[in-house]
């Protein structure tokens, strides 16, 4: 955990301000994947992967507000991408999984919790999160 603490302490500025822009929004933003792997690695991480409860649209909106750029080539699946000089983030809606009777395919539809996001993932570092700008690890599955 001495690692992890250490590294995402030295997070890039920007990644900060962009937790600020979404809570202030009133909406959450937590780092998860590589980036959390990589902090309790103790290696920095160089992309930013990162759930919102923010819709695309809105997620688009905060990210304009933030970089230089934005894409939206992942928006069906509630991905948008954003780049702030060499930074680069990609932002997904969290999501939740809906099984129809018998079948073994789920429906993925956007979720309103981390938590449920969460618990949707493999239950390893995939399943932890950092809130943004609070830096609050989230580990529902006690990973």
């Known amino acids: 955990m001495a690692n ?7 997070l890039p500025p920007a990644i ?3 937790g600020t822009i979404f809570h202030e929004a009133g909406e959450e933003l937590a780092l998860v994947g590589g980036p959390v792997r990589d902090a309790f690695l103790g290696v920095t991480p160089h992309d930013f992967d990162m759930t919102t409860s923010a819709r695309p ?10 970089g230089n ?6 928006k069906e699946f509630g991905t948008i991408g954003g780049r702030r000089g060499d930074l680069i983030v990609e932002v997904t809606t969290y ?3 809906e099984y129809e009777i018998g079948s073994r395919k789920p429906e993925v539809t956007f979720g309103d919790t981390l938590e449920g996001d969460l618990t949707r993932r493999d239950f390893t570092v995939n399943a932890m999160a950092m809130r943004l700008p609070q830096m609050a690890l989230v580990d529902p599955c006690g990973g």
């Open 57 to 66: 649209e809105r997620t688009e909106e905060l990210l304009a507000q933030w």
């Open 95 to 97: 999501r939740t999984d």
């Open 69 to 74: 750029a934005t894409w939206d080539i992942g």
């Open 16 to 18: 900060m301000e962009l």
């Open 4 to 10: 992890a603490t250490r590294t995402f302490a030295a």
